[in-house]
């Protein structure tokens, strides 16, 4: 089996992805990064995901953005907002996130020689964050490429983004084909130590609607009654 280093931030896209991972026949490596995120029991919410779709091995790495702040994910002093979705790029968009986390998950694909990795971003019902495009997953692919000794000598990284054209009614319905358990999966920006969501911000809003358009009864603990 190939191996394959598969982005898990313990909510429902990330979850899917490594379904479909697992299901492409990649042995996965799943790496989780703790970077002082409120939500914090997505990091939990991971382990369990990791170990319930077979993941070969699951990694956490810390690295404290809070240093930074710059987001309401990062920074107590900026609320979350929980009144829909905006025009503007919201402020829970966390600066280079997905940047930090691609580059570590590069550099642990080059030592375990892997050519491949899996992230689970999404352009279509997602909060509208610039590095969730399909144009900046190209533009990391075509870096890494050009950065790396395994590209340099003949061993091509692709970035794999399984879920960049999918509405969350179709990621939805792809996972419980995989037979996903989102159950275990924690969504909300701002969900307690036990995982409990807020069932008002964006992300949960999201979800809310994509399993209401799946037709499908969401399995996660809401702290407002919906």
Known sequence: MKKAVVLLSGGLD???????????????????????????????????????????????????LTTFGGSALTDRAI??????KSA????????????IMLSLALA???????????????AVDYSG???????YITAFENMANLA???????KRLTIHAPLMHLTKKEIIQE???????????VSCYQADELGRAC??????????????????TDPTRYLVNL
């Not at 503007?88 to 940047?99: D, G, L, Q, S």
């Not at 964050?129 to 144009?135: G, L, M, Q, T």
């Open 148 to 154: 790396t000794k395994a590209a340099i000598e003949g």
């Open 88 to 99: 503007k790029i919201p402020v829970t968009y966390v600066p280079a996130r997905n940047t």
């Open 175 to 185: 996972g419980i084909a995989l037979v996903v358990d989102y159950s275990l999966t």
């Open 14 to 64: 990330s979850a899917t992805t490594l379904a479909i991972a697992r299901n492409r026949q990649f042995e996965c490596y799943t790496l989780s990064v703790d970077y002082g995120q409120r939500h914090r029991s997505e990091l939990e919410a991971a382990k369990k995901v990791a170990q319930s779709l077979d993941s070969y091995t699951h990694q956490v790495i810390k690295l404290d």
């Open 108 to 122: 642990w694909a080059e030592t375990l020689d892997s050519q491949d990795i899996f992230i689970g971003v999404n």
């Open 79 to 84: 609320e979350i907002p929980t009144s829909g």
């Open 129 to 135: 964050y610039p590095d969730c495009r399909a144009e």
């Open 199 to 216: 069932g008002v911000c964006d992300s949960c809003r999201i979800r809310i609607a994509g399993f209401e358009a799946a037709g499908k």
